[in-house]
């Protein structure tokens, strides 16, 4: 079980993938606010699969108040839902925004970039090393940002956990 930001099932929304996700963390929490932001407009990217996912009752929605803790540390909004959520439910949090995660970070929450998801999905015998370098490839040619040095890496881990996992 994870709690997740918009951008990661919007990405993964976006190419079909939710069920990677689904997989590998079983149950996705999301607090009402994320709801809003990915599917709140059904032709937004991700909309439909991620109605689905809640509608299926694998993807749960919960109402989550932000501490005034919180704001004050800048989780505001949305940011400050799904950090609430996640520190309140002892949960790690699957996010792309680098200020996100050191709010999180700072607040004791374990924190999992999407990137790290399809390494997880490959060390499991989730993805291949070909479906998760292909995936990769397509998290970033629909606008996923990953540093140069990062996807250098994150290819390296890749075909090492694809080694691994044979």
Known sequence: ??????APLIYM??????????RLYGNIVIPEGVLEEVAGDAERPGATEVKNGVDEG??????VGVPPILNRAGA???????LALAK???????TNDRVLA??????GVTVKWLTQAVIEAVAQRMLSGSEARALLRD????GLRVRSEV???VVHLIDRSATAAK
Request: proline letters at 2%; zero cysteines.
């Open 1 to 6: 079980m994870i709690v997740a930001d918009s």
């Open 13 to 22: 929304g976006r190419l079909g993938q939710l069920g990677v996700l689904r």
């Open 58 to 63: 694998w993807i749960i929605v919960r109402k």
């Open 76 to 82: 505001v909004g949305v940011d400050g839902e799904v």
């Open 88 to 94: 309140r439910d002892a949960l790690p949090l699957l």
């Open 102 to 107: 050191a709010l999180a970070r700072a607040q």
């Open 139 to 142: 998290l970033v040619r629909s």
């Open 151 to 153: 996807l250098a890496e």
